[in-house]
């Protein structure tokens, strides 16, 4: 599928006329000026652009204007408080609000593309299910549009969108939500043709509140698209979603569920609109449905979790319509994001589970998760553990829930790092944990007492939330190979 417009999909271009039609706005030359790109961060202004002036609590935009025209920006988007004589060779915009801007003229620039669009949802392996997907769909689709890193909100989201070029076949967009009302607003500037919905769990609840009001809200990723007539992909293996899908009425859903004895004879879905998949060994998933039969994947990443990921992604390829041998010819281009379940095997043999790059608690127990599965018989576990942030009033128990993880999946050494962590070193205390217990003022003084403690063949994770940069523990670790 191509992109189209009222004229001509060769001269699709992102004019002057074109951002003031967006944006409502009346322009009186310089209609014909071509920008070569949208730009909101005065550090990545290129000759050509349309730079957009956005405020922050912490920055603001506008003080970078005189220098993005130096550097040749040829567009300004700005705030029309702000005080701005502009030259007659760049053309000015001024808005109310310039996010909002941004966000619109995303959407006005996307629906010039008639070309899937996938977005990505969910409170746990977003970002992950994203690479994959997008890796997957480079077997059959040339070229494919994913958003960068995790650049899934209010400025990445239009960020990612007005990135869409003639020459990309489909576009993989993770949306990411801290607050009620936030997916609806994206949903309306993406405007995916596809929806996949991860897992809901708790995640921001400082504004999210609970984990009822993140379900209500991560929901309306499905509802949104099958009101709309595209494609959703369910997973099952959720209760929330697989309860809350029961109400959405669509002819176009396709169900997912990593099988196992549990629930194995729980579902009756015909294979045209079922795919199932059971882990076979340490790094393969065996799927049927969706014209697939009993066939068996190698998944790029190791764990539970990311082979259900995996399932999601698959069914996305096959409503594309990618065969088996073009699904595997893309996962040969995946590459991690980085601090997200990443295997590294060490000289002595210590096995480091690097997922630093964020935490909740569905996250953290899934790590734990693996963290047992790779321990052989007598190897010793260690968990290195960061506060998980953003969890509002609910952050003590949910800290203090961890216990029960560490202490079901047997770790043997637990170091913590964080204020909030305390709550779990308590818990833990009041539990009679039975392994090594410590909590650390700092992530040198917990990577040199892991670098002490640990012996060969150990395996650890190390994991936390953005905000406590659990990845210096990990860089000062790894030291010791040098």
Known sequence: ??????????????????????????????????????????????????????????????????????????????????????????????????????????????????????????????????????????????????????????????????DIREEHSAAVVEVGIDEVGAMEKHLSVVIPTVSVLTSIAEEHLEKLIDIETVAVEEMKALSFVAEKGGTIVVNLDDQRIRKAAEAIKSSDIIYVSLIDDTNRHAYSFSDAQFIRGSIVGVDEVEITGFGLKNVKFKIPLLGRHNARNFLLTVAVARVLGLEVDEINSGLQTFQSAGGRSDVVKMKDGTIVLCDYYNANPASVRAGLVLLGQFAKLGTKKWACLGDMLELGTSEEKLHRDLAHSLIKEKIDHVFLYGP???????????????????????????????????????????????????????????????
């Not at 392996?125 to 997907?133: M, S």
């Not at 779990?424 to 892991?450: I, M, N, V």
């Open 1 to 162: 599928m191509k992109a189209q417009n009222q004229e001509s999909s060769s001269k699709l271009k992102l004019t002057a006329a074109f951002v003031a039609e967006s944006l409502e706005h009346s322009i009186k030359n310089n209609q014909r000026v071509e920008f070569t790109a949208v730009v909101s961060d005065s550090r990545k202004v290129v000759k050509g652009c349309l730079f957009v002036a956005l405020k922050g609590e912490k920055f603001d935009g506008h003080t970078f204007i005189d220098s993005a025209i130096e550097k040749g920006a040829r567009g300004i988007v700005y705030n029309k408080d702000y005080k701005f004589k502009c030259n007659g060779t760049v053309s000015s915009f001024p808005v109310e609000n310039t996010e909002s801007a941004y966000r619109e003229l995303a959407r006005h620039w996307r629906m010039l593309f008639n070309i899937p669009v996938i977005c990505i949802s969910g409170s746990v392996g977003k970002t992950t299910t994203k690479e994959i997907l997008a890796s997957i769909l480079k077997g059959k689709l040339q070229h494919v549009l994913k958003t960068q890193g995790s650049q899934n909100g209010f400025v990445g989201i239009p960020m990612t969108l007005l």
């Open 420 to 482: 909030r962590m305390r709550f779990l070193l308590d818990e833990l205390q009041k539990l009679q944990f039975k392994g090594e217990l410590k909590h650390f003022a700092s992530h040198e003084a917990l990577a040199e007492e892991l670098s002490k403690s640990i012996k060969a063949d150990g395996v650890v994770i190390i994991k936390g939330s953005r905000g406590m940069r659990m990845e210096e523990v990990w860089n000062r670790f790894k030291e010791r190979e040098v």
